[in-house]
């Protein structure tokens, strides 16, 4: 069993529409919880970042964790065309070597006019 | 400012050759990273560098080998290359807390091995 599980997609919404993507784990030392948006070719890029349980908002995106059942999840409200992309979770516990994520497998997301 | 900045961008290799993929970042990061991505299985991490002089194995290290030359420089050796190495290779950097929490990525290594 992977540390990290995420459904791959693809996924495909209207324009407009609330998008939610979402990764579960196993590993309850995991600390930190991020989402990474990579576009086609091109390397993965932060979107959101949260230490805690809880939701933190940044403009249209939303990330949400809940540690007690190893869930997290990003929403995205009025999705765009140009949030089309591979949304990755990533995640991380202080090592003595160093900040070592791990990554899910990503989540194709299309959003069509 | 460029971040990481990876080479080559595209290679194709024939079994059994060697090659090294070049990475250097300009944000005086002290962590770097080699990752590999394939299709259903993510980023995975190869090798990674908590600081400079050290080197530590990541999830998938066999039949790669690295080399942190500086601070700034982080490379990937492919010995012999193995058709199973066809994939993107990613570097990454990152800052330790308190300092800068994310891990910026190169463009990538799209690297075919027949």
């Known amino acids: 069993q992977k540390e990290v599980e995420q459904d791959p997609g693809p996924l495909s919404v209207p324009e407009g529409a609330i998008v939610s993507l979402n990764c579960t784990y196993s590993?309850?030392?995991?600390?930190?919880f991020m989402w990474y948006r990579q576009y086609s070719r091109k390397g993965p890029e932060l979107l959101m970042y949260t230490y805690s349980s809880g939701n933190k908002e940044d403009g249209r995106f939303t990330a949400q964790v809940d540690k007690s059942s190893k869930y997290i999840s990003l929403f995205i409200r009025d999705s765009q065309p140009s949030d089309s992309a591979t949304y990755l979770c990533?995640?991380?516990?202080?090592?003595?070597?160093?900040?070592?994520?791990?990554f899910g497998t990503g989540t194709q997301l299309k959003v069509e006019l | 400012n460029a971040g990481v900045t990876q080479t080559p961008k595209f290679q194709v290799l024939k079994t059994g050759q060697s090659m090294t993929l070049q990475c250097a970042q300009d944000?005086?990061?002290?962590?770097m990273y080699w990752y590999r991505q394939d299709p259903g299985m993510g980023l995975r991490l190869i090798y990674y560098?908590?600081?400079?002089?050290?080197?530590d194995k990541g999830e998938v290290p066999n039949g790669y080998n690295v080399s942190r030359l500086n601070k700034r420089e982080f490379s990937l050796r492919l010995e012999s290359a193995a058709p199973s190495q066809t994939s993107v290779y990613f570097c990454?950097?990152?800052?330790?807390?308190?300092?800068?929490?994310?891990?910026?990525f190169g463009q990538g290594t799209r690297l075919t091995v027949v």
């Open positions: 590993n309850s030392a995991f600390q930190y």
């Open positions: 944000m005086n990061h002290n962590s």
């Open positions: 990454a950097s990152s800052q330790k807390p308190p300092g800068q929490e994310e891990a910026f």
């Open positions: 990533a995640m991380k516990i202080l090592t003595g070597g160093g900040n070592k994520l791990t």
């Open positions: 560098s908590a600081s400079e002089g050290t080197t």
